[in-house]
C-alpha cells in the first residue's frame, strides 16, 4: 500500500527526491536480475524459434517428398482407346494386357410398373399394391469397392407420409451403396460399386422385403445378382478385377473397351478349370492335415471337440496348481472379471432356482448386473453349478490383487489377521501403521501399501481360508509369467536328461552354464536372455517336467487350430472356385467355343485378334530434379539462417533497457536499442552448431539398401556441401551429375532420398551378418532434426511445459524468486531512509522550537 509523505517542511530539503535518488543505487542489483531475466526469457524465444523453423521444414519433407511419390514416371499405353494408365513410382517393366472379353459393370435391379407417381405417398403405394408393410425401414447391404458384400446393412427409415421421391432421395443419401430412380412408374436400384460377388447378389435386403414387394421387384431379398467383374488377360494370366479401374505392377490402369474377348474367355476358362482342380487338391490335403490334427488332439474316433480336451486342461491344472483350467478360462472371459465381482449371493440363489427358465425371469426381475447380459451370456450362467458360479466370482475378486499375493504366505496371512487396522485412518496414517508393523515382511508391507484403500480394506477384511487360495492363485500366475516367459517350445523340446540338468544348476553362478558338458544342452541356455534364465533358475524338475507336459498338450492343440484355419480357408478357396468356374464356363459356352469341357481350337482360330496393349513407363528426369533444386533451396534456406544465429555478433554495451531508460526513450529508440541487445543471444550455440555439423555429415553416408554401388551415396549423383567453409554446410548440386545419376538409375536416387529402412537393419555382405542403417537420408535427416529439437526441448522447453520441466524455465524460476526477495527488500529500505529522515526533521522542528523560546530573550 502506497503511503502519502510529506517531508521537508522542517529541514526545506526536498526527501522525495533525496529518497529516491538513494533508492536508484539501492536498485541496481534488481536492475540487474531484471535484466537477467529479460535475457533468459528472449533466449527462451529464440530457441523456440529455431524449433518452429526446424519444425516447419519437417513438414515440408513429409508433404512435398515422402508421401507424395519422389520418383516420377509417365505410363505410356501403345492404344489408349482400349487401356489407358497412369505410373506411381514403383511402376516397373512392361505391362501388357492381351485381352479384355468383359468389362466391370454394376449390378441392378428394375421393379415392375406400380399405380404411383413420384408424388405418390407410400402409405398410398402400399394399399395400391395390396402389401402389408410392418416396419418403417428396410436394410439394404451392397457391394463394396473391393467386391465384397458389405458386412453390416445400412438402415434406411421412412414413413407412409413420405412421397416416393422422398424416398428415393432417403435411398440416394445414405450409406447403402445404392442409387435410386424411379421414372415413369419404375424403380431402378444400381450398385454404386461394380463387380460380381461371387456366388451371391451384389445387392441384398436384409429387412423390409415388403417394401420392395409394392415396387413389384422379382426378387425381394437377393435384389440384385448381375454385377460383372471385369475380365482381361495380363502378362500371360487370365485373371479379373470388380473395377474397370485398377492398380497393378505400379501401375493404375483402366479398361475402356473390350478386345480379344474370344482369347480372354478362353483363358479364363482353361485358368478356371485348372484352379477348381487345384483348390479341389488343396481341400483334400488340408482335410487329411486337419483330420490327422484332430486325431492328435480329441483321440481317434472323437466326434466332440470343446475348445480344450480334459487332458489338456488337466495339464494345465497340474503345471500351474490352483487356477481356472482354459475351457473355464474361456468361460469366465465371455462374462468378464466386472460382472463376477459384482455378483451377489442374491444373483447366485436367484439364477440357481431359475436355470429352467432363466432369461424369463431376469427379464421380470430388478437384477440390472443380469439384465444386461446376451442371450448367450445368460445360458452360461444357467449351465454353471453353485459351486462353478462362486468359483468364478472369487477368481475375479482375487485378479483385484493378482501376483502380488504370491509371497502371502501362512505367517502373512495371520498378521494380516492380527493386524489393527481403522479404515477411518487417513492412507498416510494406514502406511506408518503398516511400516510399524514387525510381524509384516518387507515383501508383504510392499504390497500392502502399493493397494488403494478400498482394496486394502477389502484385503485385510477377507477370511484365512479365502486369503491362503488367493495366495494359492497368486503362486500359480507367477508360474504362468515364468512359463511364458520361455514359451511352448522351449519345454516340449527338452528331453529328460536336460530338466534332470537344469533342475540342478546354480544359475546365480557366473560359470552355471559354460560348465554344462552336454554341448546341446549349453546352446540352447546360452541363447536365453537374462529374464529368461532367472525364470528358469526357479523352476524345479517336477514342475519342468509339468511344464513340459503342458508344452506337449499345447503344441498339439495349436497345431489343430492352425490345421483348422487352413481348412476353411480351403473350403472357401474351393467354393470360389467353384463359383469362378462356372461363370468363366457360362461365358465360354455363350462366345461358342467349348466342346465339352474343352476349348474347340478351331472356334479359337478362327476369331478375330487385335494387337495386345503395351504399357511402359519413363522416369520424368525433369520433375524429380525440380523437387530435389526445390529440397536443396529449402534446405539452404534453414541452414543460412541457422549458422546466422549462431554467428551473429553480440552487443555487450547494449543490455536490455530498465524500466526507467524506457521511460526516457522513444519506440523507435527502444526497438533500435532491443534489436541490439537481442542480436547474439544463440551465437556459438553448441546445440545448433553440433546439429548443423551432423546434418551436413548426412550428405556423405552411403546407404547398404541401395544395391547400386555406383550411385549409393548423394555425393555421388551430384549432392555436395558447398565448397566454400564460410558457407555452413549448405548443398551444392552438379546438375548433369545428378541428371546422368537418374537417366541410368533413377530408383537408386529415390531409394538414396526416401527409403523406409531401419537404423538397425540386418544385411548379408559377402556371406557375413551385419547391421546397417538403410534408411534414406531424408529419414535420417528428420532424425537428426527431431534430436536438435529434443535437445532445445529440455533447455528451453516448449509452449505446453511447465517452469520446471526444463533448464531454463528452472534458471526464470530463481531469478523471478530473487527479484521477490529484492523487491520486499527495497521496501524495507525505502521505509527506513524515510524513517531516518522523518526523525531528522523532528529533530530539527524541536531544535527550532527550542530556539524560538529564547529568542525573545536576546
Same mark, same amino acid.
Given at each position: ?115 404411383? !407417381? ?64 424411379? /421414372? ?106 486337419? $483330420? ?25 491344472k497340474v503345471a500351474f496348481g490352483n487356477t481356472l483350467t482354459l475351457s473355464e478360462q474361456e468361460l469366465f472371459n465371455k462374462l468378464g472379471s466386472a460382472f463376477w465381482r459384482k455378483l451377489s449371493d442374491d444373483e447366485i440363489n436367484f439364477i ?157 553362478? /557366473? ?101 495386345p496393349v503395351s504399357i511402359t513407363s519413363t522416369t520424368n528426369v525433369d520433375d524429380i530434379i525440380s523437387k530435389i533444386k526445390d529440397f536443396v533451396n529449402t534446405y539452404n534456406g534453414l541452414i543460412k539462417e541457422l549458422n546466422d544465429l549462431i554467428k551473429e555478433s553480440k552487443y555487450r554495451d547494449y543490455p ?74 549448405? !548443398?551444392? !548440386?552438379?546438375? $548433369? ?27 548379408? /555382405? ?93
Open positions: 500500500m502506497s503511503q502519502l509523505r510529506i517531508g521537508g517542511l522542517a529541514s526545506g530539503m526536498d526527501i522525495d527526491a533525496l529518497v529516491e535518488k538513494l533508492m536508484q543505487a539501492e536498485r541496481i542489483p534488481l536492475d540487474k536480475l531484471q535484466q537477467q531475466k529479460q535475457i533468459y526469457e528472449w533466449t527462451r524465444d529464440a530457441y523456440r524459434n529455431v524449433n518452429k523453423k526446424l519444425q516447419t521444414f519437417d513438414t515440408y519433407i513429409a508433404d512435398n517428398l515422402l508421401l507424395k511419390s519422389f520418383n516420377t514416371k509417365t505410363a505410356t499405353s501403345s492404344n489408349s482407346s482400349l487401356v489407358e494408365a497412369t505410373a506411381t513410382g514403383s511402376a516397373a517393366g512392361t505391362l501388357t494386357i492381351e485381352g479384355v472379353s468383359q468389362l466391370a459393370s454394376a449390378a441392378r435391379a428394375v421393379g415392375g410398373q406400380v399405380n404411383g !407417381i413420384g408424388t405418390t405417398t407410400l402409405g398410398d403405394l402400399f394399399a395400391n399394391s395390396g402389401v402389408t408393410v410392418s416396419q418403417n425401414y428396410i436394410e439394404i447391404r451392397a457391394i463394396q469397392k473391393d467386391g465384397t458384400l458389405a458386412a453390416k446393412a445400412t438402415r434406411i427409415e421412412f414413413t407412409e407420409n413420405m412421397t416416393i421421391d422422398q424416398f428415393v432421395s432417403k435411398i440416394n443419401s445414405s450409406a447403402a451403396g445404392v442409387s435410386a430412380v424411379f /421414372e415413369n412408374g419404375r424403380l431402378s436400384i444400381t450398385a454404386k460399386n461394380t463387380g460380381d460377388v461371387k456366388g451371391g447378389a451384389e445387392i441384398v435386403v436384409d429387412s423390409g422385403q415388403e417394401v420392395f414387394a409394392a415396387f413389384q421387384f422379382a426378387d425381394t431379398t437377393n435384389l440384385a445378382d448381375n454385377g460383372k467383374n471385369a475380365i482381361f488377360k495380363v502378362n500371360g494370366i487370365a485373371t479379373e478385377r470388380a473395377s474397370n479401374s485398377f492398380s497393378i505392377s505400379g501401375y493404375n490402369v483402366t479398361l475402356k473397351s473390350t478386345f480379344n474377348s474370344v482369347q480372354t474367355i478362353a483363358e479364363k476358362y482353361i485358368a478356371a478349370q485348372k484352379e477348381l482342380e487345384l483348390a479341389g487338391i488343396n481341400l483334400t490335403n488340408k482335410t487329411n492335415q486337419y $483330420n490327422n490334427a484332430k486325431d492328435a488332439y480329441y483321440g481317434v474316433g472323437a466326434t466332440e471337440t470343446p475348445s480344450y480336451t480334459t487332458a489338456h486342461n488337466n495339464a494345465y440357481l432356482e431359475n436355470k429352467d427358465d432363466l432369461k424369463t425371469a431376469i427379464e421380470a426381475s430388478d437384477y440390472t448386473n443380469l439384465k444386461a447380459l446376451s442371450d448367450d451370456k445368460i445360458q452360461i450362467l444357467a449351465d454353471l453349478s453353485e459351486q462353478e458360479l462362486v468359483d468364478y466370482r472369487l477368481h475375479a475378486n482375487y485378479q483385484v490383487y493378482g501376483t502380488k499375493l504370491k509371497d502371502f504366505d501362512a505367517a502373512a496371512i495371520a498378521a494380516i489377521q492380527n493386524f489393527a487396522y481403522d479404515s477411518n485412518d487417513d492412507l498416510t496414517t494406514i502406511h506408518e501403521n503398516i511400516d510399524n508393523n514387525p510381524e509384516f515382511s518387507d515383501e508383504v508391507k510392499k504390497v500392502l501399501k502399493s493397494l488403494s484403500k478400498d482394496d486394502l480394506t477389502n484385503l485385510l477384511s477377507t477370511s484365512p481360508s479365502t486369503l491362503e487360495i488367493y495366495h494359492q492363485k497368486a503362486q500359480a500366475d507367477d508360474l504362468k509369467t515364468k512359463y511364458s516367459a520361455l514359451g511352448d517350445s522351449f519345454f516340449n523340446n527338452l528331453s529328460a536328461s536336460e530338466i534332470e540338468t537344469i533342475s540342478n544348476i546354480d544359475f546365480t553362478q /557366473e560359470d552355471a552354464i559354460s560348465s554344462i558338458t552336454d554341448e546341446t544342452l549349453r546352446n540352447k541356455l546360452e541363447k536365453l536372455t537374462e529374464n529368461q534364465i532367472k525364470a528358469l533358475d526357479s523352476l524345479t524338475e517336477e514342475q519342468l517336467n509339468n511344464f513340459k507336459n503342458l508344452a506337449e498338450q499345447n503344441i498339439i492343440r495349436s497345431n489343430y487350430v492352425k490345421a483348422n484355419s487352413e481348412l476353411n480357408a480351403a473350403q472357401t478357396r474351393l467354393t470360389n472356385a467353384q463359383n469362378t468356374f462356372d461363370t468363366a464356363k457360362e461365358d465360354a459356352q455363350n462366345a461358342g467355343i467349348l466342346n465339352g469341357d474343352d476349348i474347340d481350337e478351331d472356334a479359337l482360330i478362327g476369331a478375330p485378334t487385335t494387337s536490455p533497457l530498465t524500466e526507467a531508460q524506457r521511460k526516457e526513450m522513444d519506440e523507435k529508440e527502444i526497438e533500435l536499442w532491443e534489436e541490439k541487445a537481442k542480436s547474439g543471444l544463440l551465437r556459438s550455440d553448441s546445440i545448433i552448431r553440433e546439429g548443423i555439423s551432423k546434418m551436413r555429415a548426412l550428405l556423405y553416408e552411403s546407404n547398404p539398401a541401395v544395391s547400386n554401388p555406383k550411385y549409393n551415396t548423394l555425393f555421388s549423383i551430384g549432392i555436395t556441401t558447398s565448397k566454400n567453409y564460410n558457407d555452413g554446410g549448405t !548443398i551444392e !548440386i552438379d546438375e $548433369n551429375k545428378l541428371r546422368k545419376a537418374l537417366e541410368e538409375d533413377p530408383d537408386a536416387v529415390a531409394a538414396l532420398f526416401t527409403n523406409y529402412g531401419k537404423k538397425d537393419d540386418t544385411i548379408i /555382405e559377402n556371406g557375413v551378418e551385419k547391421t546397417v542403417d538403410t534408411r534414406g537420408y531424408l529419414q535420417k535427416l528428420r532424425e537428426e532434426m527431431t534430436n536438435i529439437k529434443n535437445k532445445i526441448e529440455k533447455k528451453a522447453g516448449r509452449t505446453t511445459m511447465t517452469a520446471n520441466q526444463y533448464t531454463l524455465g528452472k534458471t526464470l524460476t530463481d531469478i523471478e524468486s530473487r527479484i521477490k526477495t529484492w523487491k520486499d527488500k527495497l521496501i524495507t529500505i525505502e521505509q527506513r531512509y524515510w524513517k531516518q529522515f522523518t526523525a531528522m526533521e523532528q529533530a530539527i522542528n524541536k531544535a527550532n522550537m527550542q530556539a524560538s523560546l529564547f529568542m525573545p530573550q536576546y
